[in-house]
C-alpha cells in the first residue's frame, strides 16, 4: 500500500466519522433550540446511536493500523505539513478512545450521570454531605481514567491533556501561580480606588427585540456570516460549528439588562469566526479543520468580547448607535460612565457571573483544588472548608454557603476534572494574541473607533484560524506572538483599563 | 432460535433502521425552515450517508432470514395481529429494497437528478421538446423498475404497489372511472348554476401575524399537540413525524389570501394528528407504527381541511373570531358570502391551486397518461397533445401553454409514477371515512359548531390511527366503514355542499 493510497483512507474513514459528528450537531441545536418537549426522549436515543455509531467507525482497528503505516512514511517528515499533524493528532485521539476499557466508559456515564442528578439536589439544598459520596466516586473513577490513559508526572496530566493536547501542570502552574499573586493584588487596588462605576447604567430597560438588532449588527460588523450562520435563543449561550458553511450560536436576553445578550453574542461570534475561520472546504473532519484547543477557541471569543467589545473605541463608534436604540436608557449617559459600567469590577461567588478581573481567580481556584484532590493530596470531604479559605484570600470575601461556593459548577459531578484551566488559557492567550495584533497593527484601536473590524478578522484567521489544528496551542502561542504563554499581557491589559476607570 | 426472539431481533433491526430515518427527518425539516444557505452542500453529504447507512442496515441478509423464519412461526397465524402485520409489511418493504438491481437505482438516482434540473428549465421556457428526451429516460428506467419489482397484469401495478401497497389498477380505475363521470357532470352543472360566491372576501389585507394567530388556535382546536409538535413557515409546507412526541408542520402566510395559511394549517396539522395518534411508544420502528398508506394519511389531511375546514358548522364556530382578527376585510362580511367564497369553484391549470371540485380531475388526467405511458401505449411524445385533448374534455377550457399543462408537476421528471393517485384516494377515503363518523355519531356538525373537535379526532384515533399498518387501505376502508372504497360518498358530499352554494 502506498503512503498516499493510506493516508488517503485514514482520511476518508475521519470524514466518515465527521460527518456523523456533524449530524449530532445539528440534532444538538434542534434539542436546544426548537425541539418540542415531547421529543426529548427520542433524542437522547438518537444522539447516543450517533456516538456510538461514530464510536465505532473512530476505533476500528483498521485506522490503528493507517497510523502505524503512516508514522512511518515520508508523510511525518515535516512536522508541521498539514499531512504530520493530521497524523499527529489523530494518533492522539485515537490512543485516547482506544485505552479506555468500555467497561470504565459505561461506568463513568452512569455515575456521572446520576451524580449529576444528585449534584442538583445537593445545591439546592446546601447539604454538601448529600454530594459527597457522588464526589468520592466520580473521583475514584477519574483517577482511574487517568491511569488508563497514562502519563508522566502526576495524574492530572492525563485529564488536563483529554482538553489542552499536550499541556502539562507545570506549564499551567508556571503561569497561573503569578497571575494568581498579581490578580489579588489588582483587586486590591481596585477594591481601594477612588472612583466607583454607576453599574445601574446597564441595568435599566432595553428592550429585547432591539437589543437583538443591536447585536446582529455587532456580529455582522465582526463578520459573522448570516449566510453560514444564524444567532437563535437559549437559555445557555452557545456555538456549534456543525460543517463547512454553517456555524450556528445563540445568546439569550434580560429586558432588564444590556451586558448579557450584548457580550454574549460577540462571545459566542468569537467562537463563530474560529469555526468560519477554519479551512474546512479542504480538511472537513481531519484535526486540520479542527480548532487547535478548546483554549485557543475561548481566546478568539474573550478576545472578541473583551479587548474589542469592552474598549473604549468600539464603544466610540457603536455607542451613539445603542443611544438611538435605547433612548430612554442611554440618552443622556456618558460615554466614558458607559465604559466604566460596563467593565465594572465587584468580586462575587458565582462563576459565571464574574466579571473580567475576578473570572480567573475563580478558574485558578478551582484548579488548585481538582487538582490536588486527583492527587491525593485533598479529600473529597475537606473540599469545603479548603475552598472557602483560599476563597476568602483570594476574593477577600466570605463564602455564605455551599451553594455560593463548591456546590456552584456542574463540572465535577459531570466528571470534567481538567476542563476549568482551559477557561484561563482563552483569556491568557486572549491577551496575548490581541497585544500581539496591536503590534503589528499599531492604528487598531483607531480603526475600532471607525467601525472596522475586518483587519483584526483577517489577522486572526491568517495567524491562528487556518492552521487548525496544525500546531499545538504552546506552539502557535509562540508561533504567533513570538513568546511562550505569560501573564504579562493580560496583566499589562487589565492596569491599562483598571487604572484608568478606577483611578490608581 | 425461537420465534420470540427472532421476532424481536427483527424489532430491534427495524428500530436501528427507524432511528436513523428519525435523524434524517430532523436533518430534512432543519433544511427547510433554518439552515443558513451556505450549509447546503454538507446537508446534502449528511443525508446522502444517512439513507446509505439505512439501506445498508435493512437490506442486511439477516433480515431476510430472520423474516423466512417468523413467516413460519405461529406469529403470521391470526393476519390482523401486530406480530404478524410487521412481518408481513416488513417483508413487503424488504423485497421492495432487495429486488433493484444496486446499478439500476443508481441509474435512477442520477437521471432523475438531472431530469428534474432539464424539467425546471423547459417549464420555464414552455419547451416539451427540450424535455422529451429525458421523460423517455426516465419513463424507460421506471419500466425497468417495474419489472424488477415484477407485477400481476400490467407493470403499473407495481409502480401503485410503492406507494400504496397491495392496490392494482383494476381497482383503481374502478372508481376513478365513475369518479370522472361524475365529475365532469357536477363541474357543468356549477358552470351553469345562478349563483357565484365573491371570492373577493378571502382576497383582501390579512395581517400575516394574525393570520398565525388564529391557525395556531385551530389547530390547537383540532388537537394538535404544540408540546409535541411545532408550525414554521416553509415555501413548500408539510408535516414530518420524526417519531414519538415529535411531529412538527410548516405553513406559509400570503398578506393578501387567507385561504393559502389557514387551510394549508389545517390540512398539515391533520397529517400531523395521524402521526401523533399512531402507537408510536409502543411500535416505533415498525410498520405497525406507521401510517397505513399515503392515500390514508392524504384522508386525513383532506378531511380535516374539507370536510371540516370549509364547512359551514366550523365556520358558525370561528367566523365571530376571524372577523375580530380581520376586521377591516372581515368585518361586514355575511357567514354564507364568505363560507361560499372559501368554497370558489373554477376549473383552472394549476393542480396545487384547484379548489375541492377539480382537484381530482387533475389527478385522474395524470393517472391515465402515466399509466398509458407506463403501458406503452402513449410514447412521451403524443402527451402534450393527449393531456391538452383531455383536459378540453374533462375541465372545458382549453390548456394555454406547455408550462400550465404536462409540464406543470415535478412528479414525472422525479421518477414518481404511480403516485399521483394517492392524493384521489386520499380525498375518496376522507369523504367516506366523514360519512361513517357523521352516521356513528350524528351530532358531530352540531359539535362543530360549538368548536368541538375532539370526538372526531378520538373517532379517528381508534378507528384509523392506532391501527397503524395492521390493515392495507382497502381493507381498513372496509373495517372501518362496512363497505369497499366508492365515489359516492365524495360525490354526494360534493352536491350537498356545491348546490346549496350555486343554487343548482
Known amino acids: 500500500m502506498t503512503q498516499k493510497k493510506a493516508y488517503d483512507e485514514l482520511v476518508s474513514r475521519l470524514r466518515e466519522v465527521a460527518l456523523l459528528s456533524s449530524c449530532g450537531s445539528v440534532l444538538g441545536w434542534d ?18 446511536m450517533i456516538s456510538g455509531l461514530m464510536h465505532e467507525k473512530f476505533t476500528d482497528p483498521r485506522i490503528g493500523e493507517l497510523l502505524s503505516i503512516l508514522e512511518q512514511s515520508d508523510l511525518v517528515g515535516d512536522e508541521d505539513s498539514p499531512e ?28 456521572t450521570t446520576l451524580a449529576q442528578g444528585e449534584w442538583v439536589i445537593a445545591r439546592k439544598n446546601k447539604d454538601f454531605k448529600h454530594f459527597l459520596p457522588w464526589l468520592e466516586k466520580v473521583l475514584a473513577l477519574t483517577v482511574r481514567k487517568a491511569e488508563a490513559y497514562g502519563y508522566e508526572g502526576e495524574p492530572y496530566n492525563a485529564l488536563l491533556d483529554n482538553y489542552e493536547k499536550g499541556m502539562t501542570v ?56 448570516f449566510d453560514s450562520g444564524r444567532l437563535d435563543v437559549t437559555t445557555h449561550p452557545f456555538c456549534t460549528g456543525i460543517g463547512p458553511g454553517d456555524t450556528r450560536i445563540t445568546t439569550r436576553y434580560n429586558p432588564k439588562r444590556l451586558n448579557d445578550a450584548l457580550f454574549g453574542t460577540m462571545h459566542e ?26 483554549g485557543i477557541h475561548e481566546s478568539q471569543s474573550r478576545m472578541w468580547e473583551n479587548q474589542v467589545g469592552r474598549s473604549k473605541p468600539f464603544w466610540r463608534h457603536f455607542f451613539p448607535q445603542a443611544q438611538r436604540l435605547f433612548r430612554d436608557s442611554l440618552g443622556g449617559v456618558k460615554l466614558d460612565d458607559f ?22 481567580l475563580h478558574i485558578l481556584l478551582r484548579y488548585e483544588l481538582e487538582r490536588a484532590m486527583v492527587k491525593g493530596d485533598l479529600k473529597p470531604a475537606d473540599v469545603p472548608g479548603e475552598w472557602d479559605k483560599r476563597f476568602k484570600d483570594y476574593f477577600g470575601i466570605e463564602v455564605d454557603n455551599v451553594a455560593n461556593g463548591c456546590l456552584q459548577d456542574v463540572h465535577w459531578s459531570a466528571g470534567l476534572m481538567g476542563y476549568f484551566p482551559t477557561y484561563s488559557l482563552g483569556n491568557l492567550h486572549s491577551a496575548q494574541f490581541f497585544a500581539k495584533a496591536l503590534e503589528d497593527m499599531p492604528d487598531l484601536m483607531d480603526q475600532f473607533e471607525q467601525g472596522i473590524f475586518g483587519n483584526l478578522r483577517e489577522w486572526l484567521r491568517k495567524n491562528i484560524h487556518k492552521h ?37
Open 84 to 111: 504530520a499533524a493530521n497524523i499527529r493528532e489523530t494518533r492522539h485521539d485515537y490512543d485516547r478512545y482506544t485505552k479506555l476499557p468500555r467497561e470504565l466508559v459505561e461506568e463513568l456515564a452512569k455515575t
Open 468 to 504: 487548525g489544528s496544525r500546531y499545538r496551542a504552546g506552539k502557535l502561542c509562540e508561533k504567533v506572538t513570538g513568546k511562550p504563554l505569560s501573564h504579562k499581557p493580560l496583566m499589562d491589559y487589565m492596569y491599562a483599563k483598571f487604572s484608568e476607570i478606577y483611578g490608581f
Open 31 to 48: 434539542e436546544r433550540t426548537y425541539m418540542p418537549r415531547g421529543g426529548g426522549a427520542l433524542r437522547a436515543d438518537q444522539l447516543a
Open 170 to 225: 507545570e506549564q499551567v502552574s508556571a503561569t497561573f501561580e503569578i497571575l494568581r499573586v498579581e490578580l489579588v493584588e489588582l483587586l486590591n487596588k481596585i477594591r481601594e480606588a477612588p472612583k466607583r462605576p454607576d453599574v445601574s447604567i446597564v441595568e435599566r430597560e432595553y428592550d429585547v427585540g432591539r437589543q437583538r438588532i443591536f447585536g446582529e449588527s455587532v456580529a455582522q460588523a465582526m463578520g459573522y456570516n
Open 339 to 360: 465604559y466604566a459600567a460596563i467593565n465594572n469590577v465587584a468580586p462575587s461567588y458565582i462563576r459565571v457571573e464574574a466579571d473580567e478581573a475576578t473570572y480567573n
Open 269 to 294: 461570534a468569537g467562537h463563530g469566526l474560529y469555526e468560519m475561520g477554519l479551512e474546512k472546504e479542504t480538511y472537513f473532519g481531519t484535526p486540520m479543520g479542527e480548532s487547535a484547543s478548546l
